[in-house]
């Protein structure tokens, strides 16, 4: 949860820091069949706070179409199905019963199939400037498979003075981003004082505001993606922030609450940017929605908010604060609800509104948003692993479960804070900040390598269903119509999953290939016809083949 500046200009406080260490068949004929997978559906909600967090049902867990730019490939190729199970299995343990036949076998394939596409921009990431100013490491960024890239827009060093437009800093990001082929994410940020008493909070020129959004978007046709603020529920302010501290009372002294000035702020920028460009949508500021400060924090929640810099009720209030006072009609507050996503608070999210990790927390933003009619698509413009604390394998685990997690929730993108870890001579404590994909000597760490096989997989894949399977945690898509299952132990002991088939292509999470035969000494089914695959927790990626 970190605001990204061009030159590392905004640091992490020390409660961010903190936050981080502590803690049936669907397709018919030919197409591809799936039930839902075990280790994986939302369950019930236990509601902690229903004044703060509305309760969810099953039918939350239900993803939105995801937006894409090109359709899948119609060619004759392998399909992969699964046989459905009668109840939907919990989470595994070591005794969990054995996994049901999940079959994969070469068809043709005569129409495209029905899911939804992972976008082309999905796979993210954040930096500090290394990305920008580094063409081997812009190289490395693009052959990670990255194509969206977060870029700080910084309202006080453009606008200095009122009126007064200098976009020596902008045309220099958005040129570099744009004519490398990267979809930008470009977060506005830091109040001139002119404008406002605090960097983050509430301005008060508001037709100064719009003039500057409208001038900006203008400048810029190619981008599609603006960002107001981050983390806009903070209520550390004056302490500390990262971006956005509208989740105090009244910062500015206008006598409304801030979260009603930020309500405000959004519907402004909504107008003034679909004025400049119809076709460019409002991005809300990253919710952290954790860490929760002790005010606010609802009973159960971890470490019951002490040290917390967030204020839990902002969101239910901005909601609330929007269905009194509704945009004039076709217009919006925002068109993306953007949030940010640490590991440390997967578990207590997965108890409230079921799902797992990124998804849990995903289930109960869209919740809170269906109920007073508001877009859900969502954004994540931040998750990340500490390799420092966690190690490299456990970092690339996450990375390829959290990205596939995102699809399987319908996500528009998930952006990787951050590209390249902070080097070991930064002030403590960010020199043990090491959740990038590169090392301090801008070298691929094995996250990388989990990253890019991701990307390169599953870009353009179609996202079908959960992959049923007792005792893993999977998912089913398929790429240019063939079968594709992405698969892991969803408990400490391994499972082996037989496979239908005569021939699978196996894909560890860092690229490598094999392919298994049936009756080959590395098939664990001896069973004519079927392919036994020991998965464990390294995610595995499965995919049909002519043996």
Wanted: aromatic residues 10%.
């Amino acid at each position: 949860m970190i605001l990204l500046t061009g030159s590392c200009r905004m640091r992490m406080n020390q409660s961010s820091f903190a936050r981080r260490l502590r803690g049936g068949i669907w397709l018919i004929g030919a197409l591809l069949g799936l039930a839902a997978c075990g280790g994986t559906a939302p369950s019930a909600a236990v509601p902690s706070s229903p004044d703060v967090f509305p309760s969810l049902n099953s039918s939350s867990k239900a993803s939105v179409p995801l937006e894409t730019d090109a359709a899948p490939a119609q060619q004759p190729t392998p399909t992969l199905t699964s046989t459905p199970n009668a109840a939907r299995p919990t989470r595994a343990t070591a005794s969990a019963p054995p996994a049901p036949t999940v079959t994969i076998r070469p068809s043709p394939v005569p129409t495209k199939a029905t899911g939804v596409a992972v976008p082309p921009y999905y796979f993210g990431v954040n930096t500090y400037d290394e990305v920008l100013e580094q063409d081997h490491v812009r190289a490395l960024a693009t052959s990670a498979g990255a194509r969206m890239v977060r870029a700080i827009v910084k309202w006080d060093q453009i606008e200095k003075t009122q009126g007064e437009y200098d976009w020596s800093s902008t045309d220099a990001i958005f040129t570099t981003l744009t004519e490398s082929n990267f979809t930008p994410l470009a977060m506005i940020v830091d109040n001139p004082k002119w404008i406002a008493n605090t960097p983050c909070g509430p301005v008060k020129d508001r037709l100064a505001f719009d003039r500057f959004l409208h001038a900006l978007v203008v400048r810029y046709p190619k981008i599609r993606y603006w960002m107001l603020y981050n983390e806009p529920d903070n209520s550390n302010y004056p302490r500390g922030h990262n971006g956005g501290c509208f989740g105090s009372d009244d910062l500015d002294g206008n006598g409304k609450p801030d979260y009603a000035d930020y309500a405000e702020h959004l519907k402004i920028a909504w107008r003034a940017i679909h004025r400049a460009n119809p076709d460019a949508e409002l991005v809300s500021g990253a919710l952290a929605f954790d860490n929760f400060d002790q005010a606010s924090a609802p009973p159960g929640y971890p470490g019951g908010g002490q040290g917390g810099s967030f204020n839990a009720q902002f969101l239910a209030n901005l909601v609330k604060y929007v269905q009194d006072n509704p945009p004039d009609p076709g217009a919006k507050y925002f068109d993306i609800l953007a949030y940010n996503f640490y590991p440390i608070y997967g578990p207590y999210w997965e108890r409230q509104a079921g799902g797992v990790g990124i998804g849990a927390k995903a289930n109960m933003l869209r919740n809170i948003l269906r109920q007073a009619n508001l877009p859900t698509r969502l954004l994540v413009s931040e998750t990340g692993a500490n390799a420092f604390n966690n190690g490299v394998e456990e970092q690339s685990r996450y990375v390829t479960k959290t990205y596939v997690r995102g699809i399987a929730s319908g996500l528009v993108a998930v952006v990787w804070w951050t590209f390249r870890d902070f080097p070991d001579s930064a002030a403590p404590p960010q020199n043990t900040w090491k959740y990038g994909l590169l090392d301090q000597n801008n070298s691929p760490k094995p996250a990388y390598a989990a990253y890019q096989t991701l990307a390169h997989k599953l870009t353009g894949a179609q996202y079908l269903d959960a992959l049923s399977a007792q005792g893993s945690e999977g998912y089913l898509l398929s790429q240019d119509n063939a079968g594709l299952a992405v698969v892991w132990a969803s408990g400490d002991t391994p499972v082996t999953i037989a496979f239908s088939g005569g021939a699978l292509v196996l894909t560890d999470m860092y690229g490598a290939e094999r392919q298994v035969l049936d009756n080959s000494p590395e098939d664990q089914d001896r069973a004519a016809g079927r392919i036994g695959v020991q998965v464990d927790g390294n995610p595995l990626y499965i995919q049909a083949a002519n043996p």
